[in-house]
């Protein structure tokens, strides 16, 4: 079974690998460092027996990542899955971000998952079969003065899956959003957080154990879904003073 | 992934109290956890900071108040492994949990280690750690091939007995104060059994233990002696020898040790009795329920790789009995001929000042002394007792007897070694010293550790 996942090298993305190698997927990973990607794909052979491929690629830039990909694409064994856990924020996403800085939040959060996606969807629409898997953030659920970019991004790419979830939906292709909340990786390290984080590895066991089944937007943790429904029916009187 | 700044250590940063294991030091310090390799890229304008593995050094050898302690829990992974000679390559932050599954399914072992998995590969060289038989296997740095040190005014640099070796040499048993160990080239040992067969000698006294430490040490796997410090009169320092030996059994004793569960161990446990359980009244009470339970055992008896590998492993709620204000683990390498007047010494010590002694445990060390290595020839004897007003004079007692008796203490057990005692006690203190300063000009890494011992 040949997996795809981009966004590869750290947090979920690295959990996920581990999750899957475990159960025997022929693994083709992708993130931005060559030396992030073999340390994992080393790890993933030797513990797992796993067979593994690397592609180092920037998703800033779906061009490049496209191109980086495009040979693996075209000539290797058809992708059954496909996991997107990339993502990236930024500190000073206030609002006054250039748009130098904007585009690659932009892109890594949106733009190249629309890419992959739309690059691999065709040959898994012919095949009937495989699991298309996205990662979006509680940011979406309501916009708020800080993570501006980041949560629009990740805002369209819920509408993105929801519309991929349609396309799907009599392929036989299954289409997967989990809206994550607080997960323990560098995004939130050292962040005071009022609710507590999950650990990347008890994230990919959930999306694992699940694959293969048609479920649409999911929260994980799940009681981020009373924060999901309750949100957006908060008066802007209120909402509009709140600090988080 | 977050905006980067050029100022190594760059990344997000967390403020956290952390602590000795041994409860001896708090401090509220800057901690980061990066988990891709672009963290470790050279930088000339790097702030203070000092590695950390799994934060179970019972000294504070992995934060400081003007350090960034820079975990490396995230490199975690097996690179390169070559049964045949045998090397096993890992990221610095793997357990030694998670190397022992991985190499027992290869019917491999690292001699050397430390009593809970839980602990790093990188803390093991950090400090040196010795197993339980270090007369024969020698300390970490004996399995140790080859390492990998990040330092931000040198990047990544190849350390090993030829390429660099003052650097190697100070990075084992260096405390973190070389930089980040990042990559490991190990030599495990294939495993002659399965299982372990564990031996039982009953000794009246821990000098007699000594002798008998000397005689098994040759022929065990591992060997190490417990006594009762807690008894008055001619029972003072009974106990017994341990002494075992891998045995094969059977393929299901194989799966115990690939299957492995490694329990957690935190400096900061969050559940501990808001005084201590162990004390002058119940410790005589524990001790000789632990003689009493020992002694029924049958001997030889059969225990599984892990069980023997790790001990402390399931006894974790022992650390916190303790209670808040913690405990001291004094460990010292005496000269043979000195032993018996030191535990005359520490026997007045401990009545005069009512100390209760919770354990009391000797191995034989064999080999020559290197800078602050604890390594050398003699009897390697530990005291845990319960950290109070009484204990700091106790232990400066058992500092002027050690050093007088030309011993050498753990540098790495104990949060409260003085500078004084160090400089007396590891002549090679100033080499140590000078390799650093040449190294590492700046002195970019420090800890508590070091700013207590002047290193």
């Given at each position: 079974m040949t997996t795809l996942i981009v966004g590869a090298s750290a947090g979920v993305g690295r959990a996920l690998a581990r999750a899957l190698a475990a159960r025997s997927h022929h693994l083709t990973l992708v993130a931005r460092d060559r030396r992030d990607l073999d340390a994992e794909a080393a790890n993933l052979r030797h513990s797992f027996g796993a067979t593994v491929e690397c592609i180092a690629a920037d998703a800033a830039s779906p061009e490049s990542l496209l191109q980086a990909l495009g040979a693996r694409l075209s000539d290797g064994e058809p992708i059954r899955n496909l996991f997107l856990p990339l993502g990236i924020s930024r500190t000073d996403d206030d609002g006054t971000l250039s748009p130098a800085a904007a585009v690659p939040l932009l892109n890594v959060n949106l733009g190249s998952v629309m890419a992959v996606v739309d690059t691999c969807l065709p040959a898994m629409m012919a095949a009937g079969a495989g699991n298309i898997v996205g990662f979006g953030s509680i940011a979406a659920i309501r916009g708020r003065r800080t993570n501006i970019?980041?949560?629009?991004?990740?805002?369209?790419?819920?509408?993105?899956?929801?519309?991929?979830?349609?396309?799907?939906?009599?392929?036989?292709?299954?289409?997967?959003?989990?809206?994550?909340?607080?997960?323990?990786?560098?995004?939130?390290?050292?962040?005071?957080?009022?609710?507590?984080?999950?650990?990347?590895?008890?994230?990919?066991?959930?999306?694992?154990?699940?694959?293969?089944?048609?479920?649409?937007?999911?929260?994980?943790?799940?009681?981020?879904?009373?924060?999901?429904?309750?949100?957006?029916?908060?008066?802007?009187?209120?909402?509009?003073?709140?600090?988080? | 992934m977050t905006a980067e700044s050029a100022r190594w250590p760059a990344g997000a940063i967390s403020r956290r109290h952390l602590r000795s294991f041994d409860g001896g030091v708090g401090i509220e310090c800057e901690v980061q956890c990066p988990d891709r390799y672009a963290f470790f890229e050279p930088s000339g304008t790097?702030?203070?900071?000092?590695?950390?593995?799994?934060?179970?050094?019972?000294?504070?050898?992995?934060?400081?108040?003007?350090?960034?302690?820079?975990?490396?829990?995230?490199?975690?992974?097996?690179?390169?492994?070559?049964?045949?000679?045998?090397?096993?390559?890992?990221?610095?932050?793997?357990?030694?949990?998670?190397?022992?599954?991985?190499?027992?399914?290869?019917?491999?072992?690292?001699?050397?280690?430390?009593?809970?998995?839980?602990?790093?590969?990188?803390?093991?060289?950090?400090?040196?750690?010795?197993?339980?038989?270090?007369?024969?296997?020698?300390?970490?740095?004996?399995?140790?091939?080859?390492?990998?040190?990040?330092?931000p005014d040198h990047g990544m640099v190849e350390l090993s007995r030829t390429q660099n070796p003052d650097v190697f040499h100070a990075t084992c048993g260096g405390y973190g104060l070389t930089g980040v160990i990042v990559v490991a080239r190990?030599?495990?040992?294939?495993?002659?059994?399965?299982?372990?067969?564990?031996?039982?000698?009953?000794?009246?006294?821990?000098?007699?233990?000594?002798?008998?430490?000397?005689?098994?040490?040759?022929?065990?796997?591992?060997?190490?002696?417990?006594?009762?410090?807690?008894?008055?009169?001619?029972?003072?320092?009974?106990?017994?020898?341990?002494?075992?030996?891998?045995?094969?059994?059977?393929?299901?004793?194989?799966?115990?040790?690939?299957?492995?569960?490694?329990?957690?161990?935190?400096?900061?446990?969050?559940?501990?009795?808001?005084?201590?359980?162990?004390?002058?009244?119940?410790?005589?009470?524990?001790?000789?329920?632990?003689?009493?339970?020992?002694?029924r055992h049958s001997s030889p008896r059969r225990s599984t790789l892990p069980q023997s590998m790790f001990p402390v492993q399931g006894s974790e709620s022992y650390f916190r009995l303790f209670g808040p204000a913690g405990f001291h683990e004094y460990q010292v390498i005496l000269p043979h001929d000195g032993f018996a007047e030191f535990l005359a010494g520490v026997r007045r010590e401990i009545a005069r000042k009512g100390i209760a002694v919770a354990l009391a445990s000797a191995k034989l060390f064999v080999g020559a002394h290197d800078l602050l290595r604890f390594s050398g020839e003699g009897i390697c004897f530990a005291l845990n007792i319960p950290r109070n007003q009484r204990s700091a004079d106790f232990l400066a007692a058992l500092d002027q007897m050690t050093i007088g008796l030309g011993g050498r203490p753990n540098i790495i057990k104990d949060?409260?070694?003085?500078?004084?005692?160090?400089?007396a006690s590891f002549p090679e203190c100033d080499r140590f010293r000078g390799i650093v300063q040449r190294w590492d000009p700046s002195r970019r890494f420090r800890s508590e550790l070091s700013s207590r011992l002047g290193l």
């Open positions: 970019v980041y949560s629009a991004a990740k805002r369209g790419l819920e509408s993105y899956f929801e519309s991929l979830r349609h396309r799907t939906a009599t392929s036989g292709v299954r289409t997967q959003f989990y809206r994550l909340g607080y997960v323990a990786t560098q995004q939130s390290f050292g962040k005071k957080l009022l609710l507590p984080m999950a650990r990347p590895e008890w994230i990919a066991e959930q999306v694992v154990r699940h694959l293969d089944q048609d479920r649409g937007l999911r929260h994980l943790p799940a009681f981020w879904g009373i924060a999901g429904a309750l949100l957006p029916l908060l008066p802007w009187s209120i909402y509009r003073r709140l600090e988080f | 790097a702030r203070h900071a000092i590695p950390r593995g799994a934060g179970l050094s019972y000294s504070a050898a992995s934060f400081g108040a003007d350090a960034v302690s820079v975990e490396i829990g995230a490199f975690d992974r097996i690179l390169a492994f070559e049964p045949a000679v045998p090397i096993v390559e890992v990221e610095a932050g793997i357990t030694l949990g998670a190397l022992f599954r991985f190499l027992a399914a290869h019917r491999l072992y690292l001699p050397v280690q430390p009593g809970h998995g839980a602990i790093s590969i990188g803390g093991c060289i950090a400090a040196d750690v010795h197993g339980k038989n270090q007369a024969r296997d020698g300390t970490f740095i004996n399995q140790v091939e080859a390492i990998r040190l990040f330092h190990l030599r495990p040992r294939p495993m002659t059994g399965d299982a372990v067969d564990i031996t039982t000698h009953i000794v009246p006294d821990a000098l007699e233990g000594a002798r008998l430490l000397r005689h098994l040490a040759r022929e065990s796997d591992f060997v190490y002696s417990w006594h009762d410090f807690t008894r008055t009169g001619r029972g003072f320092g009974r106990g017994y020898v341990v002494a075992a030996r891998f045995v094969t059994t059977d393929t299901a004793s194989r799966g115990s040790s690939t299957s492995m569960k490694v329990p957690k161990l935190s400096a900061d446990s969050p559940r501990v009795p808001p005084i201590s359980a162990l004390n002058r009244w119940t410790m005589p009470l524990l001790n000789f329920a632990y003689f009493q339970a020992q002694r949060s409260r070694l003085p500078r004084s005692v160090l400089e």
